[in-house]
């Protein structure tokens, strides 16, 4: 019995081990292109074009050149404006649709659901023309323009999908007994999403508001279509200013891309316990 309990202990030991490793080695793969990016953009331009992996000096005026040379400040204040709005939009639109999916009953529910449910099938690129001749029309019809400007940017992507079809999900398993005890106090739909619903809703926010501020902020192809002009461009849009008739900077890119992504690095950073716890909660209460 005893020499069982050892074999055991040495095979949940060694099963340990084996998933240890295989976790290092897919970290480390991982790490190779952030290392080479940062390598990279502390390069003169001969070095980066090279097959070095080091550079042999560090300039860190690179940073300072990439900048302002793809001037960055007005950029950079232009993806937090839009990802606000964005995020702000997604937020509220997103949690009411999700609600009236999950605790109202109207005619048509399932259906609506379903069908909306099915067009996260259908790849993005082909709403692109579809929200492009919207958002040209409707930037025709109302005093604000829609072009060249936030409308355009943030209104499109305030209604998604995939965070109704999570949210929706979650607050399906809200009990029913909350929402009676609620209306014996006199509370309604709104101040019951508010005051309850929400409150125990932190996980799957957490997550929504993660992936949307990763993929607003790293957006490219939208905001080159509907705008011409730096005024409301993003960030991303920045780096396209070390491509010359002559070549690419690739330093300078690479110290773009990395002053880029700063922003989700410290979002992640500030959130990675509470991303992953909700991730787990958001996995057990399945």
Do not use: C
């Amino acid at each position: 019995m005893a020499e069982k309990r050892q074999k055991k202990a040495k095979f949940f030991i060694y099963r340990r081990i084996f998933t240890y490793v295989i976790l290092g080695i897919g970290a480390f793969i991982s790490l190779i292109p952030f290392v080479w990016m940062i390598s990279t953009s502390l390069m003169s331009l001969g070095e980066a074009l090279g097959v070095e992996f080091f550079p042999s000096e560090l300039h860190f005026e690179n940073y300072v050149e990439a900048w302002r040379k793809a001037d960055f400040t007005e950029y950079f204040l232009n993806s937090i404006l839009i990802t606000l709005i964005t995020l702000s939009g997604q937020i509220t639109f997103s949690t009411l649709a999700a609600y009236a999916f999950a605790r109202i009953d109207f005619p048509g529910r399932d259906f609506i659901f379903s069908t909306l449910l099915s067009t996260m099938m259908i790849p993005a690129m082909v709403f692109t023309i579809p929200n492009f001749l919207t958002v040209t029309w409707l930037g025709r019809i109302t005093p604000l323009p829609w072009i060249n400007n936030w409308p355009s940017l943030t209104i499109p992507f305030m209604g998604s999908i995939f965070s109704i079809f999570m949210l929706r999900q979650f607050f399906a398993q809200v009990p029913d007994e909350l929402f009676d005890a609620a209306q014996m106090d006199g509370a309604g739909h709104l101040r019951f999403l508010w005051q309850v619903v929400l409150p125990l809703s932190k996980a799957p926010l957490m997550v929504i508001i993660v992936l949307s501020f990763i993929g607003t902020w790293n957006s490219l192809a939208w905001p080159m279509l509907v705008t011409n002009n730096p005024d409301w461009r993003p960030i991303s849009v920045g780096l396209m200013s070390f491509v010359t008739e002559a070549g690419q900077e690739i330093n300078l890119t690479m110290a773009g891309a990395f002053m880029t992504i700063i922003p989700i690095l410290v979002i992640y950073f500030f959130t990675q316990k509470q991303f992953t716890e909700s991730i787990a909660r958001s996995g057990l209460k399945g």
